[in-house]
C-alpha cells in the first residue's frame, strides 16, 4: 500500500499537514495487524510509517553492538524504527528484534513508538511482548517504568517481558490524535477482507 510521501524538514520536524498523514498511517498500521513481521517508523515524535516484511529482522548481538552504535552516532534527527515479529511457535506473543534510533531521538519519539507496540500487541489479542536489551544505555529502570520486567536473568543476556494477558495499557494521550484515523482505518481494512 503506497502512501503519501511527507517531506522532514531541516529540523526535523513534519509539517503539520496532516489528516491524509494520518490516514495514510493509519491504513499502513492496519495493513501491519494480521502480518508477522514488520517495521514501525516513528519521526520528531509523529508515527511516520508501518510497513509489513517477510521476514524478521534478526541482528546478532555483534550486529546490534557495532552496526547499531555506529548508527546512532552517525545519522542526525529525531527518528526511531522498531523491527518486531510474531514467532510461529508461539503466535501469542510478539519480539521486539531490532530498535534502532538516531543520535537527536527524545523520549517523546521512543514514548510513541512503544505506545504503537503497546496498541498493536492489542489489535493482535497478544498475550506478551519480549525483548533482549543488548545496550547498557536503556536502564533496567526505565524498562520498568514503562511497564517491562526481567525474564530468565543471564550473565549475557537481558532479556525482559512485558505482560497483558487481556489487559492492555495503551496510553491513550500520546496517541490521542492518530486514534480515530487508526480505528476506521482498521475497520476499513477488515471489511474489504
Not at 522532514?8 to 494480521?34: K, N
Not at 534502532?100 to 511482548?129: F, G, Y
Request: charged share 25%; net charge positive.
Amino acid at each position: 500500500m503506497a502512501a503519501t510521501r511527507h517531506t522532514v524538514d531541516g529540523a526535523g520536524t513534519i509539517p503539520a499537514s496532516s489528516l491524509d498523514f494520518e490516514h495514510d498511517f493509519a491504513v499502513q498500521f492496519g495493513a501491519i495487524v494480521p502480518r508477522r513481521a514488520g517495521v514501525i517508523e516513528v519521526i520528531s515524535g509523529h508515527p511516520f510509517a508501518a510497513r509489513p516484511r517477510l521476514w524478521a529482522r534478526r541482528p546478532s548481538q555483534v550486529e546490534a553492538w557495532l552496526w547499531g552504535s555506529r548508527t546512532h552516532r552517525r545519522l542526525p534527527g529525531d527518528h526511531c524504527w522498531l523491527y518486531f515479529h510474531q514467532p510461529r511457535r508461539f503466535p501469542n506473543f510478539l519480539v521486539v528484534s531490532y530498535v534502532l534510533s538516531t543520535r537527536q531521538t527524545s523520549l517523546a519519539t521512543i514514548r510513541v513508538t512503544l505506545a504503537l507496540l503497546d496498541l498493536l500487541a492489542e489489535r493482535k489479542r497478544t498475550d506478551a511482548l519480549l525483548c533482549d536489551v543488548a545496550t547498557a544505555r536503556i536502564s533496567d529502570r526505565a524498562l520498568a517504568r514503562w511497564g517491562w520486567e526481567p525474564l530468565a536473568p543471564s550473565r549475557w543476556h537481558r532479556r525482559h517481558i512485558k505482560r497483558f494477558y487481556g489487559k492492555y495499557d495503551v496510553d491513550e494521550a500520546l496517541l490521542a490524535p492518530s486514534r480515530a484515523a487508526l480505528e476506521s482505518a482498521t475497520s476499513q481494512l477488515a471489511l474489504s477482507r
